[in-house]
């Protein structure tokens, strides 16, 4: 309907009438504001989310790539609006949330995506990777639910969906940064779940395995590929699950290692982390 409507006004009506034609009908769509869309799993659930007719603001700080997916989504009839800024700095998410709102109303969804780290290194352990790997996982969440949640609290919806990680189930040998990281986003998801469902604000925590996010990477044990991931975890989002943990099997592996004792633990993981790097004498 939207659709025949657009085109009956373009020639029609100048560009700035059409300009306010189209910010008023925005308002009437629901809005996801998605972190880290600019590659991997964020864009890729930037586009499904897109699909099912919502105007997503698109968030990550490379604006080109930004760019080029918000071109992608309009030439398919979506609405999008691509916007450069570090979620790890509070000012910028804060600026660029009232940016969304001025363009399409309230935010009715946050996917807060982005995240990741690199290797925890024993010989090169510094508290500074830990706090990188807090900040980019834990922090960047954190405050972009500080900037999303009142205006939901104060109309009593929303839905808030964390990207969290089957590597948050036990500390995994050479992630001691991500692992801390991932564990303590799951568990300040799930204490925000509880306490914001009978506020009317659903929570969903995405658990995933392995997803082939960059092309060069060696192929990872029950490693899914991208699209394949992306749709169970947009298919999750959309019956709002309040925890979705995938694939399975490495499900099981992970809840089978949650439950072992850390002398079996520590047995079965020995020697699976980076390989110690010889010293020259
Ligand atoms: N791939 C996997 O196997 C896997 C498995 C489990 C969980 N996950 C989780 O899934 C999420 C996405 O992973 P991915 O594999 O798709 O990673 P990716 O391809 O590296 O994408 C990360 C995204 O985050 C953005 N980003 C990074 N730092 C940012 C910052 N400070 N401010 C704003 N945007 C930032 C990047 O864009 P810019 O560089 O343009 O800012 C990029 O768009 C992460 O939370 C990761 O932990 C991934």
């Known amino acids: 309907m939207r659709d025949i409507l657009i085109s009956y006004w373009r020639g029609r009506l100048n560009n700035d ?11 009437d769509r629901p809005v996801s ?13 930037a586009r499904r989310i897109a699909n099912e007719g919502h105007a997503v603001a698109l968030i ?3 604006k080109n790539l930004l760019d080029e997916l918000a071109l992608e989504i309009e030439q398919a009839g979506g609405t999008a609006l691509a916007i450069a800024c570090d ?24 996917v807060a995506n982005v995240g990741g780290g690199e290797r925890t290194d024993v010989e090169q352990f510094s508290a500074a990777h ?13 405050i972009c639910i500080e900037a999303v949640l009142p205006g939901m609290l104060m109309r009593g919806s929303g839905h808030i969906v964390a990207m969290g990680s089957l590597a948050g ?63 169970r975890m947009h298919r999750a989002i959309l019956v709002r699950k309040p ?32 390989k110690p790097r010889v010293r020259a004498e």
């Open 17 to 27: 009438e059409q300009e306010r034609i189209l910010s008023v009908m925005n308002r």
């Open 169 to 231: 189930y036990r500390g995994l040998p050479g992630a001691a940064g991500y692992s801390a990281a991932k564990a303590a986003l799951t568990n300040m998801m799930e204490s925000l779940r509880v306490e914001l469902r009978p506020r009317g604000i659903q929570v969903t925590l995405l658990l995933p395995g392995f997803v082939r996010s960059k092309l060069k990477r060696k192929k990872r044990p029950f490693e899914l590929e991208l699209e394949a991931a992306t749709a």
């Open 87 to 110: 979620v790890t700095d509070a000012t910028s998410v804060r600026d660029a949330l009232r940016t969304v709102e001025s363009n399409f109303g309230p935010v009715t969804r946050l």
């Open 130 to 142: 830990i706090e990188r790997a807090f900040a980019l996982n834990v922090m960047s969440t954190a």
């Open 243 to 274: 925890r979705y943990a995938f694939p399975w099997p490495l499900v099981w592996i992970a809840g089978i290692c949650r439950l072992l004792p850390a002398s079996l633990y520590d047995v079965l993981l020995a020697g699976r982390g980076p």
């Open 60 to 62: 990550a700080r490379r």
């Open 33 to 45: 504001f998605i972190t880290g869309a600019s590659s991997g799993i964020g864009c890729s659930l």
